[in-house]
């Protein structure tokens, strides 16, 4: 039966497959993770027909080394995708489109030299989409000028914009988005600290673009708890034309994860109770992410300490003891 679900299914799929040639229906995209992707990794997510990507970093200061661990990646994920070398100059032939993303964190005040550090590398590889996450609060024009930065007759890559509310799709999709991550809090890792599941905000974010930006061309991929084929089915069914998946493949053999995360991961069920959404991850490491936004990570004897009262100079002591001593129970493990 040729239902219109069915049939604007086959719409989105046709759509990605446009934009992203070597992709199969659906849509199955590898976040960009710190500390967890490599090209190893997103190279193996595109060769299964999704979409692999990169984790860019957030420092894009002149003389900051993530620079050249970017130019290391993309080189090296060319190489797992049996590619060669990148030539100095790839053309404008879309043939030379990396099939690879990149993931970049834009909250810190080095962001505003993207165009003239990280940019100069992209165009180099001609990845096939740049995903940008977390601008500051105190700097709303960052998404807008990253992305104008990207824009070029020679490459333009299609660009990702992940959000956590309605509004902050509205501006992305005014700023030029081509595809809106609509994350919801169910996911693991760094969220925004207002937001709602993804059962929620996947059709609500498709409506509004549908609705107040019928002459732009954007897809939505759904983030956040998907982790098998059902969640799959069921955001494609909720408006996406495309499904993130992170912590999933955290415990695959090709992350950088590390197997005591992998175990940690695997043997932790009952996700409402055992994992949690708190700065307390963040602050417990002395990180420098806004207030912002927060993380979901499995409960350990730090967030148990927390809960009970304990003042974070004291957890903190505790967390660095037992790091120093090899003892991993207290380790942030974003799930």
Same mark, same amino acid.
């Given at each position: 039966?040729?239902? /219109?679900?069915?049939?604007?299914?086959?719409?989105?799929?046709?759509?990605?497959?446009?934009?992203?040639?070597?992709?199969?229906?659906? @849509?199955?995209?590898?976040?960009?993770?710190?500390?967890?992707?490599?090209?190893?990794?997103?190279?193996?997510?595109?060769?299964?027909?999704?979409?692999?990507? /990169?984790?860019?970093?957030?420092?894009?200061?002149?003389?900051?080394?993530?620079?050249? &661990? @970017? +130019?290391?990646?993309?080189?090296?994920?060319?190489?797992? @995708?049996?590619?060669?070398?990148?030539?100095?100059?790839?053309?404008?032939?879309?043939?030379?489109?990396?099939? %690879?993303?990149?993931?970049?964190?834009?909250?810190?005040?080095?962001?505003?030299?993207?165009?003239?550090?990280?940019?100069?590398?992209?165009?180099?590889?001609?990845?096939?989409?740049?995903?940008?996450?977390?601008?500051?609060?105190?700097?709303?024009?960052?998404?807008?000028?990253?992305?104008?930065?990207?824009?070029?007759?020679?490459?333009?890559?299609?660009?990702?914009?992940?959000?956590?509310?309605?509004?902050?799709?509205? +501006?992305?999709?005014?700023?030029?988005? +081509?595809?809106?991550?609509?994350?919801?809090?169910?996911?693991?890792?760094?969220?925004?600290?207002?937001?709602?599941?993804?059962?929620?905000?996947?059709?609500? %974010?498709?409506?509004?673009?549908?609705?107040?930006?019928?002459?732009? &061309?954007?897809?939505?991929?759904?983030?956040?708890?998907?982790?098998?084929?059902?969640?799959?089915?069921?955001?494609?069914? /909720?408006?996406? &034309?495309?499904?993130?998946?992170?912590?999933?493949?955290?415990?695959?053999?090709?992350?950088?994860?590390? +197997?005591?995360?992998?175990?940690?991961?695997?043997?932790?069920?009952?996700?409402?109770?055992?994992?949690?959404?708190?700065? /307390?991850?963040?602050? %417990?490491?002395?990180?420098?992410?806004?207030?912002?936004? &927060?993380?979901?990570?499995?409960?350990?004897?730090?967030?148990?300490?927390?809960?009970?009262?304990?003042?974070?100079?004291?957890?903190?002591?505790?967390?660095?003891?037992?790091?120093?001593?090899?003892?991993?129970?207290?380790?942030?493990?974003?799930?």
């Amino acid at each position: 039966m040729n239902t /219109l679900p069915t049939r604007l299914a086959k719409m989105a799929g046709s759509r990605m497959k446009s934009w992203f040639p070597t992709t199969s229906y659906p @849509l199955i995209v590898g976040a960009p993770m710190a500390t967890v992707t490599n090209p190893k990794l997103a190279a193996e997510v595109t060769k299964a027909g999704g979409l692999g990507f /990169l984790q860019g970093g957030r420092d894009f200061a002149p003389e900051s080394p993530v620079l050249k &661990e @970017l +130019d290391d990646q993309l080189s090296q994920v060319r190489e797992h @995708l049996g590619l060669g070398a990148a030539k100095s100059s790839q053309g404008s032939d879309s043939n030379n489109t990396l099939p %690879i993303g990149v993931g970049f964190i834009t909250y810190a005040a080095s962001t505003k030299h993207f165009g003239s550090t990280a940019v100069p590398i992209l165009r180099r590889y001609r990845p096939a989409a740049v995903w940008l996450f977390a601008p500051s609060p105190d700097a709303p024009d960052t998404i807008r000028d990253t992305i104008a930065s990207l824009k070029s007759d020679v490459w333009t890559p299609k660009v990702v914009v992940q959000v956590g509310t309605v509004a902050a799709a509205r +501006d992305a999709a005014r700023h030029g988005a +081509d595809i809106i991550v609509a994350q919801g809090v169910d996911a693991g890792g760094h969220h925004c600290v207002h937001g709602a599941g993804v059962v929620c905000l996947v059709p609500e %974010i498709s409506d509004v673009l549908r609705e107040e930006f019928p002459e732009k &061309e954007i897809a939505v991929w759904a983030a956040g708890g998907i982790a098998d084929g059902r969640g799959v089915a069921a955001a494609l069914a /909720l408006g996406a &034309e495309g499904v993130v998946l992170g912590t999933r493949y955290m415990v695959s053999p090709e992350s950088d994860a590390g +197997d005591f995360k992998r175990k940690a991961l695997l043997s932790t069920s009952d996700g409402g109770t055992n994992t949690v959404k708190s700065h /307390l991850h963040d602050r %417990i490491q002395n990180s420098t992410w806004p207030d912002f936004y &927060e993380g979901r990570a499995i409960v350990t004897p730090t967030y148990e300490d927390h809960a009970a009262g304990v003042p974070l100079d004291e957890n903190t002591r505790r967390y660095k003891t037992a790091m120093e001593a090899g003892d991993i129970s207290r380790m942030v493990i974003w799930s």
